[in-house]
C-alpha cells in the first residue's frame, strides 16, 4: 500500500470518525447526561462541604464542552483507526474493504472497550474514591494494553493453527485462549468497589449502559461509514471509457 492510498484511507478515517462522533454525541447527550445530572444532585445533596463557584457552568459542560470532548476524540480515534486498518488489511483474511473495516470496528470494540469496561467499568460523578483515581486509571489503561496485546496474538495464534486445524477448529482455539487468558488477567488485577453508601443502583447501571451504548454506536457507525469510503479508494468502480459514453448518445447509422 503506498504513501498516497494510506494518506487517503487517513483522511476518510478522520472523516468517518468524525460522522460516527456525531452520533455518539447525540447519544450521549440523550442517555448519558441525565443520568450524570442525577448522580450530580445526589453528590451535592450528601456532600458535607460546599465547593466554591464552577468555574465551567454544567450548562456548558453538557453542551459545548460534551460537543468539543466527543468530536475531537471521534477525529482522533477516526485516525488511529485507519492506520490500523491500513496494517491489517490483507493480514486479518481475504475480505473486502466494507467487511475489513466492519470486522476491525468490532474487534476494536471488543479489546479496546468491552473487555476494560467489564472489569473497570464507567462510574458517574459521586461514585469512587479520589484517594484511588490515579490507580484506577493506571489499572484501566493497563487493561486495555493487556487486551489489545491478547487479541493481537490470538490472532496470530488462529493464523498459526490453522493450517491443522481448520479455520474453524482455530478461530474456536484461540478464542478461547483470548478468554481464558482474559479471565486470568481479571483473577490477578485488583477489583474496586466505591460506590457510596444509598447510591441508587439502578442510576449506576443506568450510567454504565450509557456509556456502553456510546462506546457501540461510536465503533459501529465509524466501521459503517469507513468501509464505505474506504471501498472507493481501494475498490473504485471502473470508468467506461469516453468513447462508450459518447457511442451511447449517437444513433447507429443507416446504411443507404
Not at 448522580?39 to 460534551?66: D, K, W
Request: proline share 5%.
Amino acid at each position: 500500500m503506498n504513501s498516497v492510498t494510506v494518506r487517503n484511507l487517513l483522511v476518510r478515517g478522520m472523516l468517518a470518525g468524525l460522522a460516527a462522533g456525531v452520533l455518539a454525541l447525540v447519544v450521549a447527550y440523550f442517555l448519558g447526561e441525565p443520568r450524570v445530572d442525577e448522580a450530580i444532585a445526589f453528590e451535592e445533596a450528601h456532600a458535607h462541604e460546599h465547593g466554591g463557584e464552577e468555574l465551567v457552568s454544567r450548562a456548558m459542560q453538557s453542551t459545548g464542552g460534551l460537543s468539543t470532548g466527543v468530536l475531537v476524540y471521534g477525529v482522533a480515534f477516526g485516525g488511529i483507526a485507519a492506520l490500523a486498518y491500513c496494517f491489517a488489511l490483507g493480514r486479518i483474511g481475504r475480505f473486502g474493504p466494507r467487511a475489513s473495516a466492519l470486522l476491525l470496528a468490532g474487534a476494536g470494540l471488543v479489546a479496546v472497550y468491552l473487555v476494560p469496561f467489564l472489569k473497570y467499568p464507567a462510574n458517574p460523578p459521586a461514585v469512587g474514591d479520589p484517594d484511588t483515581l490515579n490507580q484506577r486509571t493506571a489499572l484501566f489503561l493497563l487493561m486495555i494494553v493487556l487486551s489489545v496485546l491478547l487479541a493481537v496474538a490470538a490472532v496470530i495464534l488462529g493464523k498459526r493453527l490453522a493450517p491443522r486445524l481448520g479455520n474453524w477448529n482455530a478461530t474456536l482455539a484461540a478464542g478461547a485462549s483470548f478468554v481464558l487468558a482474559v479471565g486470568l488477567a481479571y483473577a490477578f488485577l485488583p477489583s474496586f468497589n466505591e460506590a457510596p453508601a444509598g447510591f441508587p443502583a439502578t442510576l449506576l447501571w443506568q450510567y454504565r449502559l450509557a456509556t456502553l451504548a456510546i462506546q457501540v454506536t461510536l465503533w459501529t457507525a465509524y466501521g459503517l461509514v469507513f468501509g464505505l469510503l474506504a471501498e472507493r479508494v481501494l475498490a473504485p468502480k471502473p470508468a467506461r471509457a469516453e468513447g462508450e459514453k459518447a457511442a451511447e448518445g449517437r444513433a447507429t447509422p443507416v446504411a443507404h
